[in-house]
């Protein structure tokens, strides 16, 4: 029997490995080129035209057209008005898991000042009939041109994965019930549950191009309350014959700090802002009734419920002290539009941090740096049932910007700013990038 020496087999599997070695890195290269190829020639004016075009929550009614049109194209089976102005697009490639992108459509009620060249000039009515400007300043845009990009790939790229792809373009995420409104809109029913989920957002926080995987939560839970503060009116002069309600209310607003400081546990997280006080008209008038609106943010269901509960208590409790009788106590009113705390599932999470570090670098990924409390309704999709899932960060400003702001020069514009504005290159073709080798993985042939 002959016998190859041995010196020659390990020359040719270091050949053989070389060779696979770079076949995978010719492929990675050619992802990244034909993202950047697209980029150039569709996704750049789609961007343009997304941008300068915003619409209000509950109202995207063109940008969901343009969109579905956009998607439908691709090759995707599309269907429009789910949930008000949502759109799922499905394209099935045999057997496999069903995965879900998710991108919001909406922006924001605010007259955009970024400076920019194709800077939104619209103007619309908002939920109250009132004209307003109206921008993308929170980056929805980025999403919903990254989600085109990604149904392009992905399509012309069948021969790398197999499964149902799910996407979705979802109203409403800045107002709330654009999310809730399509899972009561019997989304899972009506177009399969998926087995995995991902949706990103773009970060003026974070330099473009680079990507952050939290494995934990990278948003709180939100609930809106308010609370309508009830007195007795009186002359301005002779508060003796009355029950101020702006007094009262002051003294909620003080008492409420406690909560956080003094009943929360300090290993936990959790924020009560009173961001309105309305009350009284007119300087001699002791008004009967004030109102206080507030934001509250958690991480986990049992902080939620405890925060909420303390918040009602003290209100009451208050009042009670100011001798309010008990047909006159403060009402405390939750909102239906709270929006669940969003967790990554952390085995997905190392998951995908391992392939986009394999796959864009190590260098492109970022540790979570978040030290706010923002909020998002991707909840809604995951949590009841539970869908395992990662939402993770795109950076959308070039380092130049933050080496100036750095150095004494102007600041970074932060989300929901008139000067908001992020590099739509760099993040729309690493959302691209990143989406596409999330799905890649979990969908691989």
């Not at 063109?62 to 269907?79: D, I, M, P, R, Y």
């Not at 490639?93 to 605010?110: E, S």
């Not at 392939?355 to 740096?369: C, I, N, R, Y």
Request: net charge negative.
């Amino acid at each position: 029997m002959n016998r190859k020496p041995l010196s020659i087999l390990i020359a040719a599997s270091l050949t053989l490995a070389t060779i696979a070695t770079s076949n995978v890195y010719a492929f990675e290269k050619n992802t990244r080129q034909d993202i950047a190829n697209d980029y150039q020639q569709h996704l750049a004016p789609l961007w343009d035209h997304f941008h300068r075009n915003p619409e209000l929550s509950l109202m995207e009614t063109k940008t969901a057209k343009k969109l579905a049109n956009e998607l439908s194209e691709a090759g995707f089976k599309v269907t429009e008005n789910v949930g008000g102005t949502g759109i799922v697009a499905l394209m099935k490639n045999g057997d496999g898991p069903m995965v879900m992108v998710r991108a919001d459509m909406d922006g924001l009620p605010v007259v955009e000042q970024s400076g920019l060249s194709n800077a939104s000039t619209v103007k619309m009515k908002d939920w109250n009939g009132e004209m307003v400007g109206v921008m993308h300043a929170c980056g929805h845009d980025v999403h919903i041109t990254s989600l085109v990009g990604t149904a392009r790939y992905m399509a012309e790229n069948k021969d790398k994965w197999s499964g149902t792809l799910m996407l979705i373009g979802q109203p409403a995420e800045e107002r709330g019930p654009g999310a809730s409104a399509m899972m009561a809109d019997n989304l899972w029913q009506r177009f399969g549950q998926p087995d995995y989920a991902f949706a990103f957002h773009v970060s003026a926080n974070t330099e473009a191009g680079k990507i952050v995987v939290d494995e934990g939560s990278p948003y709180a839970g939100a609930d809106t309350v308010d609370i309508t503060v009830h007195g007795i009116g009186a002359h301005g002069a002779s508060p003796h014959q009355g029950k101020d309600p702006i007094v009262i209310g002051a003294q909620i607003v003080n008492n409420l700090q406690t909560i956080i400081s003094r009943e929360l546990a300090p290993r936990y997280a959790g924020v009560i802002t009173v961001g309105a006080f309305h009350a009284g008209t007119k300087h001699n008038i002791i008004s009967d009734q004030a109102k206080l609106q507030l934001t509250v943010r958690s991480l986990t269901p049992e902080v939620r419920e405890q925060l909420l509960s303390a918040i009602k208590r003290i209100a009451i409790g208050t009042a009670r002290t100011a001798g309010m009788p008990e047909d006159k106590l403060p009402e405390v009113v939750v909102s239906e539009f709270s929006f669940p705390p969003t967790f990554n599932d952390q085995k997905l999470a190392k998951r995908l941090k391992t392939v986009l570090s394999d796959k864009m670098g190590s260098e492109t990924l970022l540790e979570p740096a978040e030290t706010g409390m923002g909020a998002e309704d991707f909840g809604f999709f995951t949590t009841e049932p539970y869908i395992p899932s990662v939402y993770f960060k795109v950076g959308g400003t070039p380092k130049a910007d933050f080496e100036r702001a750095a150095a004494g020069g102007a600041a970074v514009p932060s989300h929901h700013s008139p000067q908001f504005k992020v590099s739509p290159e760099p993040a729309v073709k690493a959302g691209v990038e990143a989406t596409v080798h999330a799905l890649l993985d979990v969908m691989a042939k």
